[in-house]
């Protein structure tokens, strides 16, 4: 170790003083502060900050919960759970009496250091229960009678006086279908397309809203606009259905009003409310809405407007025990984009640019005459003779049309749809097309940023962008696979490859906690899991499902969270429904082989046309289905071992030993050759652990060879990229990896990025070299599976690897390679912030490292060469290293 190295080090840890801990981001369920919660047993989590940058380690902890703000006349509490010694600051369960729907409570918390200082009590927090039984809903459905798929959108309305002065006021608020609510003429929360999409037969979610500020004395008006949405669509590609889940589009809605002297009231949707239709006349997912201003019914969510022509609703028998409240983040409205440039096409067509591809809507203001029709269609792309191209949104319009009332000016966005693009064609609209008057409008799922990455290449930094508005994209509610054509599923394949990579992005805990119900809640009853989730392709008592690699979602996601996260309780959710796929597979195999059913095998893999010489790079799909029983078998003894089930960690650890020696017996050679001689066979094989030791480093050189083989190209698909390159790095062959994530010519990840991408692409080539497509079937521009290679530039660019779950142990080792001169990544961990970010000037390697207080970490400081490591155990701090 040389002196610089030293002093780098021992500047920090010689610091000296006692600073008192101070507790921060308090947290239930991981949100601040919750109002609707329905757990019984909700967890607490908080974070440690010390002025005087010194490492602690929490030794203790004590959490109070009351019905009341904490003073210092409080002698007893709803629930204390003493001084209880432990060093988890996260996920920690209420232990306490019974709470109640609807009721606030706080809570508080204090620590003791390693030292044994107590801190103060941290500044207490709060959340709210939600309505816990169907029995604490008064509300009932209701809709419109006149109600049809493609019809205008039902309105629903109702008035009601306040006469005194209110403390409190929480609306919870459900539907079939879409639903935006308003109160005296102002938006109820600020999310979209709730309320989201789940299994809707089995879970419902509901949203609560405190809409205390909206409701004022005298005359009260709510007003609700409900939509087919996800609920009623059609959902494709195949045999669509408008009726998957029900013919009518409902609302239920109970808004719960406590005064100020105590006494409480309720307003429910019931026969009494009155419904019409109004400006929206069509709004559907794929095919966009059409809004007819001449019809708009001007005023009718404020106090005053006359409703006397509304007719009356229907009441629906709708049951209510399949709801439960809403922890996910809402989808919202983000960033905004001004028209790049205006274009108009040699078809003499008016598109705008925006630069972006992105999913979300246009708002746009228009000045003409009554009647007139104004047309927004949307695209991803312009072919190459600068045309606007939109074949590969197959069936779906992806259109909005809006009709003018007058010759004032109007503004107009979409509602109860979206679209994915980046290029728009005005039509309807005389004379040239002012920029001003358009702005586009991202919207997705409003998880946290947790996570950034940039270097000295400039096109890892666009990959990098390309990853991230990839996840934007396909993030809301459920993890879609596509956003733009007649499809936005959540393809259960997809989303398990990209997880690790979003949890580095952005906190999808929540989101993903969400989802992975609906993955348990749609399994089929043999343990096989649906393609897509919410599941709609299923028809009759057919299983459309099954393949590896997609059903492993039910094993890899769950995991990666619990890594990710640390909270053992997506293990619990979850652990039934990993085990009964592995039962599925288990019972479909023939001697510990499974050589049975339908598979995607390693999906877009390269191939190519009238393949003579065997360049195409396929994978036997019953060798990754074997990989993947393993994989899953192996992530099912690892949840067993957390949870502490030691019959299911024994039986499957024996089991898991069949399949890998069924394996070797199966598909490798007494040399160490795979039968499928592809990257995907050995990459998958060496991630897996599924060859003996003695054979790994061989079948490491193997996968090297076949690499330079196609020139330093990968060809891997769905299934081999995303472990590709952590294979390479984990048996010495970091080059390789960096030549691969390098390569610029295709297929290679940053093929597109030369091509002008802004997202992630489907395909390898979705232009092809000569400017054409790919077939428009099935040739998305923004699908998040192939940005799988992000966690490789956190975990070994960047250099931030969890050591324990959720970073309660952290391991900090860069790789350099590639020609880069620096790189850096940060991320938000549930302890606090982990940045590395490192540089290298001449001969010379300088590295500054940041680890949150209560966790400790392993840090390997490389030389500028990356050749050797030092190595380094410390605890929170800010540390810098020169070698």
Known sequence: MNKSLLIGCFLLLSQTGRAQV?????????????????????????????????????????????????????????????????????????????????????????????QGKASAWSVPSSWKMGLLTPNDWQASWIGAINDAVNGPAPLLRTNFGINKKIREATAYITAHGFYEAQINGHKVGDGYLTPGWTSYNKRLQYQAYDVTGLLQAGENVIGVTLGSGWYRSPLGPYTPRPDFYGKKTALLLQLKITYTDGSEKIISSDGSWKTATGALRFAEIYNGCIIDSRLENTGWTKPGYNDQNWQAVNVFSYPKNTLVATYNEPVKQHETFRPLKVITTPRGEKIID????????????????????????????????????????????????????????QIFEPQFTWQGFRYIKVSGIKGALNPDDFTAVAIYSDMKVTG???????????????????????????????????????????????????????????????????????????????????????????????????????????????????????????????????EYIRKQTKNNLWVTGNHFGDWLFYSVNNDRDGTSAITNKYLIAQCFYAHSTQLLINSARVLNKKEE???????????????????????????????????????????????????????????????????????????LCDALSKFGYNGIAYQLLLQDTYPSWLYPIKLGATTIWERWDGIRTDGSFEESSMNSYNHYAYGAIGNWMYQHIAGIMPAAPGYKKIMIKPVIGGGLTWAEGKYDCAYGTIACKW?????????????????????????????????????????????
Not at 45 to 70: C, G, M, P, R, T
Not at 83 to 109: E, N
Not at 684 to 706: G, I, S, T, Y
């Open 452 to 582: 950034s990455f940039s270097c000295s290449n400039p096109m890892l930094n666009q990959l990098q962008h390309n990853i991230q508005w990839g996840q934007k994209g396909n993030f809301l509610d459920v993890p879609t696979d596509c956003p733009q054509r007649d499809e936005r599923l959540g393809w259960t394949g997809d989303a398990q490859v990209f997880s690790q990579t979003a949890a580095f992005n952005m906190d999808v805990h929540n989101f993903f906690t969400k989802w992975l119900k609906d993955v348990a809640a749609d399994q089929y009853a043999s343990g096989s899991i649906p393609h897509v989730i919410p599941d709609v392709f299923t028809n009759g008592n057919d299983e459309v499902g099954g393949s590896s690699g997609w059903g492993d979602v039910s094993t890899i996601v769950p995991w990666n969270m619990y890594m990710a996260y640390g909270d053992q309780t997506i293990l619990e959710n979850q652990f039934a429904s990993m085990k009964a796929w592995v």
């Open 354 to 409: 925006f630069g972006q591809n992105l999913v979300g809507w246009v708002k746009v203001t228009i000045k003409g005459h009554r009647g007139d029709s104004v047309k927004i269609a949307h695209a991803e792309v312009l072919d190459k003779s600068g045309e606007f191209y939109t074949e590969n949104l197959r069936a779906a319009r992806a259109e909005n049309i809006y009709i003018l009332k007058d010759s004032l000016k």
């Open 22 to 114: 101070v507790l921060k981001r308090l947290l239930i369920e991981n949100q601040d502060p919750p109002i609707c919660i329905d757990t019984p047993t909700p967890k607490f989590s908080w974070q440690l900050s010390e002025n005087h940058n010194k490492a602690v380690l929490q030794q203790a902890y004590e959490i109070e919960v009351d019905s009341n703000l904490f003073t210092k006349a409080d002698k007893t509490h709803l629930w204390s759970s003493g001084k209880v010694i432990s060093d988890q600051s996260v996920y920690i369960p209420y232990k306490g009496k019974a709470l109640t729907s609807g009721h606030v409570y706080f809570w508080r918390v204090r620590v003791w250091d390693s």
């Open 839 to 883: 540089e290298i000037t001449g001969k010379k390697l300088d590295m500054t490292v940041t680890i949150p207080q209560n966790t400790t970490a392993e840090i390997f400081v490389p030389d500028y060469e990356g050749k050797s490591y030092q190595q380094f155990t410390v605890g929170a701090g800010n540390y810098h290293y020169s070698r």
């Open 649 to 723: 960690e024994e039986y499957y650890s024996n089991l898991l030993t069949e399949i890998k020696k069924a394996f070797v017996n199966e598909y490798v050679t007494t040399n160490g050759l795979i039968s499928s001689d592809t990257q995907t066979a050995y990459t998958l094989a060496l991630e897996f652990d599924m060859l003996p030791q003695n054979l790994r480093q061989q079948a490491a050189a193997r996968l090297v060879n076949n690499i330079k083989l196609y020139n330093n190209h990968l060809t891997t698909g769905f299934l081999g990229t995303p472990y």
